[in-house]
């Protein structure tokens, strides 16, 4: 397996998930992520975030629905079912470049995940899968339309550093609600205080970026209203 590359041309990949899962943002939002191993030279790495289920509590129908396209075993409801099923994953990625509003650099990005078969369109936290499925499957099965099915646990995936980094700074946008300018100083001096002494945050491992994410849990639960 190679790594994630930061400098991954965009266009279209065929890849192959090496590991996927549901998580819950700090803000509420019920999200999947998938790590896909690229068939290209590199092997490289990249991971897909989709959001099943807004902090609003809306859930996106559009993203289920494209999800079952590409993953025509899953039933719409059961979370813990891509931990067990990554494997059977065999895509077409869209990437896209963008600037990333974090850092200001320049990265690659999945804008679209189509079945090998269609068409094509032109970066994952551990999860208590069964607590995730008892505060969202309600939701999940009236859009489905499906009844509850026995609960078959699931592997979790590890993500790396780059994915955690992203988690955590998707989750700290969540809670802070003050200007960019605000919000980028914020956000360094978070990191400077739950992991002193390391300045170089491009070079954060996964277990520096778990002390992060707890960081910005504790910061979320003082600023956001219940």
Known sequence: MGNYDINLPGGVYHARAISAGAYETTGGALMLGVQWELDNEGRNTITSRDCLITKAGAVMERNIKSIREWAPGWDGVDTEWFGQHFSEFDVNLVIERR????????????KYINPINRASHGAIP???QKALGAKFGAKLRAFAGTMPKPIVVGSKPTMPADDKKAV??????????GEETERNAEWLKLIGKAVPGKTDYTAFTPADWDAVIKAVEEYAALTLPF
């Open 126 to 128: 551990g999860a208590d």
């Open 99 to 110: 600037v990333d509003s974090y850092d200001g650099k320049e990265k690659p990005e999945v």
């Open 168 to 177: 955590a700074w998707d989750a700290f946008k969540e809670a802070f609600s």
